[in-house]
Each structure stands twice: as structure tokens, then as C-alpha cells.
């Protein structure tokens, strides 16, 4: 078997690398950290772009049996905000230099919705002079919707394939046609087509999830090319079917071991695409976001939402700074970041580089 020294020195992964990186010992820990960070360092360097988050409705028409805002959850106060509460957050972003917003809801469908983002996009456009990135993420659309929302002004989408195994995923969704593995496929390449920086992720530490499920989520991120990956550690949430199998789970210092190294991977592999530190991190391990940077992220999305609203887009249990106004959320992660030996970039859009390169290699040209 090969070594951690050896296998890092390969060009291609395959599976059974990738596994025996994902269990390799403590004491050989430092040897994938060092080579992630010296990649970083080259391809992406030691700045974080800030992505304002929006989360502007958790109504949602599916029922995902993970997520805390899914259909049936009768608990949940359902709310959208007002145009007007999107744009003084939007505002604030542009005003405090973010260079890039994020609005994401529940997936809903329906002429009303759709026309309503685009005019959104429209308006975020008009208050900032064009000068905020938009990323969507609303969740499975037609590729005329995708198409529509990127000539409105999106530029980014993010839409996760959470496992890239389609029978860990048909166990972690309902099993009807709107929860199809197979559309979230169509959905993902639809986005490349629209001209979209494209985004994925996965949840790390699913019930029945193994070692072999986790190296492949790295392998499918890696085939499909994306641009921009946004992964961290399964949180259970106690409202959800998927709770009673809270005891089959990793502990969560284990679930954040595992991710923190999944990122130092994918950045290995990926070199120069944009990587979040979730905030799942952070809601294991206050520093969970500065760990994931340390260790090949290069994105922070800042919650801009009205504070009073945080509590009822709860897509897992204990997610963090609930309370915080958007300035002090702001302070605080400045702060944080420095201790990590990066700076912000504040006032740029941060594209993903690896959507620049393919752009420029004509891989997928903008349409
Ligand atoms: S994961 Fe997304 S699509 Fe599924 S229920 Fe939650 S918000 Fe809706």
C-alpha cells in the first residue's frame, strides 16, 4: 500500500488513494495539510472573498429528510422577505465592500417566483451600481428559468448533489419524482449551459455513508468540472425523519475531521476552483471556518439576513451567530481571519479562477 508522501506525489487520484488519505493518521495529517496549503498559496493565494447570504424564503415544495425547512415541518414559521428587506441587505453588502451577494430560499417553482427573482436581480443590479456579484440558490429550475435568472444578472449558482452516491441519496430523500437524483444531474449540467460559474457540495457524515461514498463525492466534483464547492459536515436536525438515526452517525469532531481533510483534498485536486468554509463548521468547532480556510478554502458567506428571521432558516440544528447583526458578524470574521494569516478581499468579485480558465480554454463558452 502506498504511503501519504506517495500518494501525494502522484498527478491522478483514484478512489483507493483518496480513501487512504481520508483515514491516513494524525501524525501524517500535516503532510496533506502542508501540500493543500502550498496549492493555495500558488493557484488562489491567501485571500477570502465574502459572500453576503440572503435567505430570503424558507417556503419549500420538497421534503428532503435532512433538511429542518423541508415541506412537512409544520413547526417552522414560513417567511419571504420583502423586496425592500433584500435590498437594504443588499445595500449593506455594497456599502461594507463585500463585492458579492448570495440570495438563496427553498425551492420553489411557479411563474410568480420566477419573475420575482429576476426582477430582484434587476433591482440589485440598479441599487449597486453593478458592481455586486449575485449568486442564486433556489434549487432545481428549468434550464428557460436558469437561462432567464443569468440574463437578469446572475452570474453564480449553487446547487449541491449532497452525495454523488444515487442509493445514499434515494435513502436521504423521499422516494417520489421530486426528489430524483437524476434531475439534480440534468439540473447541474442545464447550469453549465446557462453560462453559470457553477457550484456543488456534499454533506459529509450521511448515515451509511462510507469512506469509498466520500472519495467519489471528490471524484464526481472533479468530473463534473465544477467551479465553486460548498461541503461540510451532515448535522442532524431533531425535526426531521433522519433524526432517529442520530445514533448510527460519526461524532461530530469526527464529521469535522473528515471534512476539514475532504477540503484539503479537493483543493489538491481542484486547484484553483473557490471553496466555502461552511458555516456547519462553525457549528461544531467555534474555529471550524479558520481550520477550513487553513485548509484550502477561500470563501466566507457572512449571514446578511435580518436577524429576526435567522432562527426559521434552520436547515440543521445549532447553526451559529443567530442573534448577530450583519455588522457585528462582519467585525467578528475580520478579526477571525486574520488570525489565519489571510486578508480579505474586500471590493472584489472573486471569481472562481477555474471558471475563468475554462471560459478562456473555450470549454464552455459563455453563451
Ligand atoms: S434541502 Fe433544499 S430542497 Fe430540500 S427541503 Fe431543504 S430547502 Fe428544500
Avoid at 178 to 205: D, N, P, W
Amino acid at each position: 500500500m502506498q504511503g501519504v508522501a506517495e500518494i501525494l506525489s502522484t498527478k491522478t487520484f483514484y478512489p483507493e488513494n483518496i480513501v487512504s488519505l481520508l483515514k491516513a493518521s494524525a501524525d501524517e495529517e500535516h503532510l496533506i495539510f502542508r501540500k493543500s496549503a502550498e496549492i493555495k498559496e500558488k493557484y488562489v493565494q491567501n485571500k477570502v472573498y465574502f459572500r453576503g447570504l440572503i435567505e430570503f424564503s424558507n417556503l419549500c415544495r420538497k421534503n428532503c429528510n435532512y433538511c429542518g425547512i423541508r415541506r412537512e415541518n409544520m413547526k417552522l414559521l414560513r417567511y419571504t422577505l420583502s423586496d425592500e428587506e433584500i435590498l437594504t441587505a443588499v445595500r449593506f453588502a455594497y456599502e461594507n465592500h463585500y463585492g458579492s451577494v448570495v440570495l438563496q430560499s427553498g425551492e420553489l417553482r411557479g411563474r410568480g417566483f420566477i419573475n420575482r427573482v429576476s426582477r430582484l436581480l434587476k433591482k440589485i443590479n440598479r441599487v449597486s451600481d453593478g458592481k455586486l456579484r449575485v449568486t442564486l440558490s433556489c434549487g432545481e429550475q428549468t434550464y428557460e428559468t436558469y437561462r432567464k435568472w443569468y440574463e437578469s444578472g446572475a452570474a453564480r449558482y449553487l446547487l449541491r448533489i449532497e452525495t454523488s452516491n444515487p442509493q445514499l441519496y434515494a435513502s436521504i430523500h423521499p422516494n417520489d419524482q421530486l426528489h430524483s437524483f437524476h434531475t439534480r444531474l440534468k439540473c447541474l449540467e442545464s447550469l453549465k449551459k446557462a453560462g453559470y460559474q457553477v457550484g456543488t457540495g456534499v454533506m459529509i457524515g450521511l448515515p451509511g455513508q462510507t469512506y469509498e461514498d466520500m472519495a467519489n463525492d471528490l471524484l464526481f466534483i472533479k468530473q463534473i468540472d465544477a467551479d465553486m464547492v460548498g461541503m461540510g459536515p451532515y448535522i442532524e436536525h431533531k425535526d426531521t425523519p433522519m433524526y432517529n438515526l442520530k445514533d448510527t452517525l460519526y461524532n461530530r469532531k469526527e464529521r469535522l475531521r473528515i471534512s476539514l481533510r475532504m477540503i484539503a483534498l479537493l483543493r489538491i485536486m481542484m486547484k484553483d476552483i473557490n471553496i466555502a468554509a461552511t458555516t456547519a463548521l462553525k457549528a461544531i468547532d467555534p474555529f471550524g471556518r479558520e481550520k477550513a480556510i487553513m485548509a484550502g478554502a477561500n470563501v466566507i458567506m457572512p449571514n446578511i439576513t435580518p436577524a429576526k428571521y435567522r432562527e426559521y432558516y434552520l436547515l440543521y440544528e445549532d447553526k451559529p451567530c443567530l442573534d448577530e447583526a450583519a455588522i457585528d458578524c462582519l467585525q467578528c470574521l475580520q478579526m477571525r481571519i486574520s488570525t489565519t494569516g489571510h486578508y480579505i478581499a474586500f471590493d472584489e468579485w472573486g471569481d472562481s479562477a477555474h471558471y475563468v480558465r475554462r471560459c478562456n480554454d473555450n470549454k464552455y463558452p459563455i453563451p
